[in-house]
C-alpha cells in the first residue's frame, strides 16, 4: 500500500478515484512476478500519452518551425533525464515500491514511474486530465529555449569535425524485448575514440543517446587530433 497517498496526490495535484491505479504505477518489478501489479503496462501506455501531450504543445506554441525542430524539441522533453527530473520534482521518487534502494534515483526507474503515473492518471480521468497534469508540468521546460536545440546526433558530428575525429558512425549492437516494447543497444563509432553505446526504444531514440555519451567522452579532447 501506498504510504501516505494523499500526499503524493497533492504534490501530483490530481486526486485519484482507483487508487489502485496509482499504486501499481508506483511498484517496481523487482517487488512483484504479477504483470498486473508492477508499472511496466502503465509505463507503456503513459509513454504514448506523454508523446502526444508533449507533441501537442509543441505543435501549438511553436507555430512557425518545421517538423525537423519540433522533432529535436519533442526528443529532449521526452528523453528519460527530462521526465526523470519532472518526477524528482514532484516527489514521486521518495513514493515507489522498489526491493533495491540502490536504484531508487536512477533514472531509467524514475522515467518509468513517471510515464505510468501518465498512464494511470490517463486511465483514471481520462485524456484531459492527464492533458492537465502534462501541460503543468511541461509547459516550464517547454519555454526553457527559445531556439530549438541541436540533438545529439547533429552536435556530434559537428564537434567530431572541428576535433578532427571524422564522421560517426552506427551500428546496432542488439535488440531485446517484445515486438510491440523494443529496447535497441546502438554503438556509435569514432576515429582513435572507443565505441559509445546508446539504448532506446527505437534506433533513433538508440543513436541520439550514444551521440550524447560520446559528446561527453570527446568534449575534453584538444581540436584537430591527427
Same mark, same amino acid.
Given at each position: 500500500?501506498? &504510504? ?22 508506483? @511498484? ?7 504483470? $498486473? ?37 519533442? @526528443? ?14 514532484? =516527489? ?42 502534462? &501541460? ?13 536545440? =541541436?540533438?545529439?546526433? @547533429? ?38 575514440? $572507443? ?17 550524447? =555519451? ?13
Amino acid at each position: 500500500m501506498i &504510504k501516505n497517498p494523499e500526499e503524493l496526490e497533492y504534490h501530483l495535484q490530481y486526486k485519484f478515484k482507483n487508487t489502485k491505479l496509482l499504486e501499481q504505477a508506483l @511498484t517496481h518489478g523487482s517487488c512483484t512476478g504479477k504483470i $498486473s501489479e508492477n508499472y511496466e503496462r502503465l509505463e507503456f501506455l503513459g509513454d504514448r500519452v506523454l508523446g502526444l501531450c508533449v507533441a501537442t504543445m509543441l505543435y501549438q506554441t511553436f507555430s512557425n518551425e518545421p517538423e525537423g525542430s519540433l522533432s529535436q524539441r519533442h @526528443t529532449l522533453l521526452v528523453c528519460k533525464e527530462t521526465v526523470a527530473e519532472v518526477s524528482r520534482n514532484l =516527489k514521486i521518487d521518495e513514493f515507489v515500491h522498489i526491493a533495491n534502494e540502490d536504484i531508487r534515483e536512477n533514472d531509467n526507474v524514475l522515467c518509468d514511474v513517471g510515464e505510468a503515473v501518465i498512464g494511470a492518471i490517463y486511465l483514471d480521468g481520462g485524456y484531459e486530465q492527464a492533458w492537465t497534469y502534462v &501541460k503543468r508540468n511541461w509547459e516550464d521546460l517547454l519555454h526553457k529555449s527559445i531556439t530549438p536545440p =541541436k540533438d545529439s546526433k @547533429t552536435l556530434l558530428q559537428e564537434v567530431s569535425h572541428i576535433k578532427g575525429l571524422g564522421v560517426p558512425s552506427y551500428e546496432v549492437v542488439s535488440r531485446e524485448g517484445s515486438e510491440h516494447d523494443p529496447l535497441y543497444h546502438i554503438a556509435v563509432n569514432l576515429k582513435g575514440v $572507443s565505441p559509445e553505446v546508446g539504448q532506446g526504444r527505437n534506433k533513433k531514440l538508440a543513436e541520439q543517446d550514444a551521440a550524447h =555519451k560520446m559528446l561527453l567522452k570527446i568534449r575534453e579532447l584538444p581540436t584537430n587530433v591527427k
